[in-house]
């Protein structure tokens, strides 16, 4: 049996603490008023001098030549100047739920990514894994307190806590003709009730499995294991739908005026990734800690060799979305990938050589697959790059250019992390870490790359 | 120069393993060993050296991705740098997206066909070349292990019939 290090759980409760405090200063400082919002931007340019000062006068001249090309002739008017402050309010009044919704659905995603690559084990009847099929419970057990968190982010965006969502305004749809076309999806109640739908099915799989899995160590035949591989090749099919209209209501439609159709997919990979690195990683601090003797070199180079492989995955995804629009160049599409890179050059960038060039390089070599402190470092890059990937989907909707790494997306990290950490390795004290009569558990023990 | 060498069939895998280890033991050199199939960890058993073609291959991709830069920002940037269809041909980088599936085809194609013909040289294949097997029944079903004699003629015989051996011929061999 595992038992929690007490510096381990000391830190997380830390991480928890500190994440809180960063989170509530978030919350207590976001400007209530349009003047307060202003008096905000002010002070922040004339904080930065220099450099930062002529960026938003850039800025400034870039949107006036936006305005006039829009608008033809028309001049700044009153109720245009008020409109926009009204909008830089709601920016402003964002960026602590945003930060708080980019880090409740990262750390969220890790564990529905290990989810799915748990199921993918056991429909494949994989024969190397069933040795951390423990590990990935544990992480997965993460699902009902992040899914149930992420629901109440959602339940109260809804009630209008905050303005995320735009198509949850009523006045801002009846002035625009797209989200009315789009009302009968994008509807309050049956965006909740569909967000339910897709975290039960979820957390029903993960616990039915788990006890599966563990009736399967006590009892004297194999039965428990063959209904863990057919509810395990059925949630697969259900996954894969409700992980795709997921991505549309709890991501895509921050930006209700876009869409794509390899969306689904795109952030699919980002939660597979993320998730089969921290499957590394967990698996690599037990060992060290002397937890998991049976685990050898070349589970975690299978491990380093997923990480590989759906990091260009993921690269080949964000390429094939970003390509075919920035291609075609139609206004409607364009626009998503014209604010991102505008506003956020380095996150949008940054992010392609965290996730991509990086692993490729570190990873391609064999023997650096099975050297587990250069997994850990790829592994602490790509959950990085995978969190800007989250934040470069979620903040340019919904702070657009007031976005900024500060107290409150640092102290979304570490409350997550935090919670999430003491979540997954309470669940590892459970039960033992090694199946024990898996069919395949002596072919793990043997498994050798 | 001509040489006598020691062949030694053998019928199965596992016990071909096994000689190969038993020889290493008593310090004879294995010269080579014929299979009709990879016989896994064969190369180890032999202590051969690990290959280094991925390395090769990961230098040709590298030039492969070369060639497709320099040829693209040639022809469609600096030659004739045309307005087609509103592309911005201004510079490389302001037009790459769409160079892009050129230039991972590229790199694809030179790390894999180079590699191929590394491969082929290194280990000397090519079309109307001699075959070289010393009997025909290691391409079927048998496994032959050719050891180079120095006077020992006996000993070795002795130690390769212990190990298992269902023939044991000794020949002249051109080198």
């Known amino acids: 049996m595992y038992t929690f290090s007490n510096r381990l759980k000391i830190g997380s409760f830390i991480a928890m603490a500190v994440g809180l405090i960063c989170l509530a200063t978030g919350f207590l400082t976001a400007p209530s008023t349009v003047e307060e919002a202003k008096a905000m931007v002010a002070a922040h340019d004339d904080g930065h001098g220099g450099g930062h000062g002529e960026d938003a006068l850039h800025n400034s001249a870039a949107a006036d030549d936006e305005t006039v090309g829009h608008h033809g002739t028309e001049t700044h008017s009153e109720a245009h100047d008020a409109s926009h402050d009204e909008h830089l309010l709601h920016q402003l009044q964002n960026r602590p739920w945003s930060a708080l919704y980019v880090a409740a659905f990262f750390f969220f995603m890790i564990s529905l990514g290990v989810l799915a690559f748990y199921a993918v084990q056991r429909a494949a009847q994989a024969g190397w894994s069933p040795l951390l099929f423990r590990v990935m419970e544990g992480i997965t057990a993460y699902l009902v307190p992040g899914g149930i968190i992420v629901f109440v982010i959602l339940v109260l965006s809804v009630l209008h806590m905050n303005h995320m969502f735009v198509w949850m305004d009523a006045e801002v749809v009846a002035e625009d003709k797209l989200l009315q076309g789009k009302a009968g999806y994008l509807d309050a109640t049956f965006f909740l009730i569909r967000a339910a739908i897709f975290l039960g099915g979820w957390i029903f799989y993960r616990e039915y499995s788990r006890k599966l899995s563990l009736a399967q160590d006590a009892s004297d035949d194999n039965s428990n294991f063959v209904k863990n591989f057919r509810w395990s090749a059925a949630f697969l099919v259900f996954y894969l739908i409700t992980e795709s209209m997921m991505s549309w209501d709890w991501i895509m439609s921050v930006d209700p005026h876009w869409f794509s159709t390899l969306f689904g997919w795109y952030v699919f990979a980002s939660m597979f990734v ?21 685990v050898n070199d070349s589970h975690i180079h299978d491990l380093a060799k997923f990480m590989f492989g759906i990091s260009i995955f993921w690269t080949y995804l964000w390429f094939s979305q970003f390509m075919l629009i920035w291609y075609a160049n139609i206004p409607e599409e364009v626009t998503y990938f014209i604010t991102r890179i505008e506003d956020y050059k380095l996150p949008f960038f940054g992010m392609l050589a965290m996730n991509f060039i990086f692993p490729l390089l570190v990873l391609m070599n064999s023997d650096y697959k099975r050297v587990n402190w250069f997994v850990i470092m790829a592994g602490i890059i790509i959950l990085f790059g995978h969190y800007m990937d989250v934040f470069n989907m979620i903040m340019p909707a919904t702070v657009g250019d007031q976005w900024y790494i500060g107290l409150p997306e640092i102290g979304g990290i570490l409350f997550f992390g935090g919670l999430f950490v003491y979540w997954v390795f309470n669940t590892l004290t459970k039960q033992p870490l090694q199946p024990k009569r898996n069919p395949f558990i002596e072919e793990s023990r043997q498994f050798h790359y | 120069m001509a040489s006598k060498v020691i062949q030694a069939l053998y019928t199965d895998d596992d ?10 033991a008593a310090h004879h050199h294995i010269e080579e060993v014929y299979t009709p199939f990879p016989v896994h960890g064969l190369d180890k058993a032999m202590g051969l050296a690990d290959t280094r073609i991925a390395i090769t291959s990961f230098m040709y991709g590298c030039l492969g991705l070369a060639v497709a830069i320099l040829m693209m920002n040639y022809i469609m940037i600096e030659d004739w740098p045309q307005d087609i269809g509103g592309k911005p041909s201004f510079s490389y980088l302001e037009n790459m997206p769409a160079f892009v599936p050129i230039m991972f085809e590229l790199t694809v194609f030179f790390a894999a066909h180079l590699m191929v013909i590394t491969f082929y040289l290194r280990s000397r294949m090519w079309p109307f070349k001699n075959a070289e097997n010393p009997d025909v029944r290691t391409t079927d079903d048998h496994f032959l292990m050719e050891i180079g004699i120095h006077d020992n003629e006996k000993e070795l015989t002795d130690l390769l019939w212990d190990t298992g051996a269902v023939e044991i011929n000794v020949t002249e061999k051109e080198s």
């Open chain 1, 274 to 294: 993320s998730g089969i690195t921290v499957i590394a990683m967990i698996t690599i601090y037990l060992k060290s800690k002397g937890h998991l003797p049976d």
């Open chain 2, 15 to 24: 016990i071909l393993m096994h000689a190969v280890k038993k020889v290493r």
